[in-house]
C-alpha cells in the first residue's frame, strides 16, 4: 500500500477520526477507515482555513464536525482533529500549519513539535471565536448548578441555555462561508454537557417534557438560575357537609382586602374544599401556594359522596417534593375531619388537570335529590317520571342562577334514567339520576322557568323545590 495512505491509516486510527466523507474505504476490527485521498484533502483544506481564519477551542472546532463519529464529545473530535493535522504536519515539515495549530488552535502538541525544529512560540491567551471560552469554562458553571441545586429536592431537571446574538451570527457566518453542513449548535453543545455533568453527580435524569426544575444558564450575564416546577398530585375527594365551596370564594365586596360583610376575612366563606385540603399540603412540601384543579364542581349545598370526584393537587415552588403520600393523605383527612376525605393519591403531570377536565364534560354522574312538589304526589306520577326520563334528551339553556358567570347557552344533555327510590310523604320523595356530565340536575327537577325541558316539574304540572342534592358517583377512568 502507497506509504501515504498506511500513515494516513495508522493516524486516523490513532487520533479516532470517523468522520472524513468517502465511498472508498477499509475496515480494520470495527473501525472504518477512509482512504479516498480527494476528500481527505478536501477536508483538511477546509480544516485549516477554519483556523488560520479564527481561534477556535477543541469543542467549537469538533462541532463543526458533530455528525461524524459517534461516541465523541466535540471536545474529543476537536482535540482529535487538531492530533491528527499536527501528526501530518510533523511528517511533512509544514511549519506554517503548525504555528496556525499553536496559536489560533492553542494546541499544546503543536507548541511542543515547533520546538523540535528549533522554534519557540509565545502562547497568548486568545478567545475562542466561537464561544469565547463558554465551553471550556462549562466544569465550573456546572460546579455552580450542583451548589445552586444541593438546597433543592428534584428528581428529574432540564437544562436551558441563551447564547449571545452575536455568537449566534458568528457562527452562522463561518458555516456559510466554509459550507459547514455538519454542525452541531452550541447552545445544544451547552445543554448537553452541563446536563450529563448534573446527571453524574446528582444521579438524576434528563426529562425533557415533565422535569422537575428547569436550569437555565444565561451566557451574556453569567448567571445560573433555577425554575422550580409545581408538584402535581392527583386523588379523589369526597365532601362529607354541605356548605363548602370547592375553591377559595373571595369576598366580592372587598375583593379580598376584609371588610363588615365578609367580617374581615376577605372571604364569602370561611373554608374551602381547597383550603382544607392544600393546608397539610403546603406544610409537608414547604410550597409558597397550592391550586385545586377539579373534574367539574358540585354546588355548595351539595355532598360529593361514593368514589368522590377526581382532582388534581397543584403546589407551587414545593421546597420538598419526595413526601410520602401516605402520609399525605392521612394528615389531610385528619385535617379536614368529617368534611373532606381524599384518597388515591399519587404523583401525575399537568397534562392529566387538562384530560380530567375535558372529561368531566361528558363523564356520566349519578345523583340523589330530596325534593319537595307543590301538590300531592299520586300513585301513578312515580311511573310516569320514571318512564318519561329513561334515555331521554334535555334541552337546557344556562341556568338563570349561574348565568352570571357562565356563557348563556342551550346544551343539550342525556339523562340515562330517573328513579323515583322512595315516597316520604304526599309531597316529598328521593330520586336518583344517572345522567350525562354537564347537566344541571336541580333544573332537570324544577324546570327553571321552561330554561329547562323537558323536567318533572313541567310533568306533572307542579313546581318542585330541591330541598337536598348529593353527587353519589363520578363515572370517570382516572
Not at 483556523?51 to 458533530?66: E, V
Not at 444565561?218 to 369526597?238: A, Q
Not at 357562565?406 to 328521593?430: A, G, N, P
Request: hydrophobic letters at 35%; a neutral charge; aromatic letters at 8%.
Amino acid at each position: 500500500m502507497h506509504a501515504h495512505a498506511i500513515f494516513l491509516k495508522l493516524a486516523v486510527f490513532y487520533s479516532l477520526i470517523l468522520f472524513l466523507m468517502t465511498t472508498d474505504f477499509n475496515r480494520i476490527g470495527d473501525i472504518v477507515i477512509y482512504m479516498d485521498e480527494k476528500s481527505i484533502d478536501n477536508w483538511l483544506k477546509k480544516t485549516f482555513e477554519l483556523l488560520k481564519s479564527h481561534c477556535l477551542c477543541d469543542s467549537c472546532l469538533g462541532r463543526q464536525f458533530a455528525d461524524y463519529g459517534s461516541g465523541l464529545t466535540n471536545k474529543e473530535r476537536g482535540f482529535a482533529i487538531k492530533t491528527f493535522l499536527t501528526m501530518n504536519a510533523h511528517r511533512l515539515e509544514d511549519i506554517e500549519l503548525l504555528k496556525i495549530l499553536a496559536t489560533h488552535g492553542t494546541f499544546k502538541p503543536a507548541i511542543k513539535t515547533l520546538a523540535t525544529f528549533g522554534i519557540e512560540i509565545q502562547t497568548t491567551d486568545s478567545e475562542c471565536f466561537l464561544c469565547e471560552e463558554i465551553l471550556d469554562d462549562l466544569p465550573k458553571y456546572a460546579d455552580e448548578i450542583l451548589q445552586k441545586l444541593e438546597s433543592v429536592d428534584f428528581n428529574t431537571f432540564l437544562v436551558g441555555s441563551k447564547i449571545s446574538t452575536l455568537l449566534l451570527e458568528r457562527e452562522d457566518e463561518l458555516r456559510a462561508r466554509y459550507y459547514i453542513d455538519s454542525g452541531e449548535a452550541c447552545k445544544s453543545e451547552i445543554n448537553r454537557e452541563l446536563g450529563k455533568y448534573i446527571q453524574k453527580h446528582t444521579g438524576n435524569n434528563p426529562d425533557f417534557q415533565n422535569p422537575d426544575i428547569v436550569i437555565f444558564f444565561d451566557t451574556v450575564e453569567k448567571n445560573i438560575s433555577l425554575s422550580v416546577n409545581p408538584l402535581f398530585i392527583y386523588g379523589r375527594y369526597r365532601k362529607l357537609v354541605r356548605g363548602i365551596p370547592q375553591s377559595t370564594w373571595i369576598c366580592s365586596s372587598c375583593q379580598g382586602e376584609g371588610c363588615d360583610e365578609c367580617n374581615g376575612t376577605g372571604k364569602r366563606y370561611p373554608e374551602s374544599i381547597e383550603e382544607l385540603i392544600s393546608h397539610p399540603a403546603l406544610e409537608l412540601t414547604g410550597g409558597k401556594g397550592a391550586k385545586i384543579h377539579a373534574a367539574g364542581r358540585e354546588d355548595i349545598d351539595a355532598r360529593m359522596l361514593g368514589n368522590g370526584r377526581p382532582f388534581v393537587l397543584e403546589i407551587k415552588d414545593p421546597k420538598r417534593r419526595n413526601v410520602s403520600l401516605e402520609f399525605l393523605e392521612e394528615a389531610i383527612n385528619q385535617h379536614a375531619k368529617e368534611k373532606v376525605e381524599v384518597s388515591d393519591l399519587r404523583k401525575t403531570t399537568r397534562e392529566v388537570i387538562r384530560q380530567i377536565k375535558a372529561r368531566s364534560k361528558f363523564s356520566e354522574k349519578t345523583y340523589r335529590l330530596l325534593v319537595k312538589v307543590a301538590r300531592k304526589i299520586e300513585t301513578d306520577d312515580v311511573k310516569k317520571i320514571e318512564q318519561s326520563f329513561q334515555s331521554v334528551t334535555i334541552n337546557q339553556r344556562t341556568p338563570q342562577r349561574v348565568v352570571h358567570r357562565r356563557v348563556d347557552k342551550t346544551r343539550q344533555k342525556r339523562v340515562f334514567s330517573l328513579k323515583v327510590q322512595q315516597i316520604l310523604d304526599d309531597h316529598t320523595m328521593e330520586i336518583k339520576v344517572y345522567c350525562e356530565g354537564g347537566l344541571y340536575v336541580k333544573e332537570l327537577l324544577t324546570g327553571d322557568e321552561s330554561f329547562t325541558t323537558p323536567s318533572v316539574s313541567e310533568l306533572l304540572s307542579s313546581s318542585i323545590e330541591v330541598l337536598e342534592i348529593d353527587v353519589l358517583k363520578v363515572h370517570s377512568h382516572s
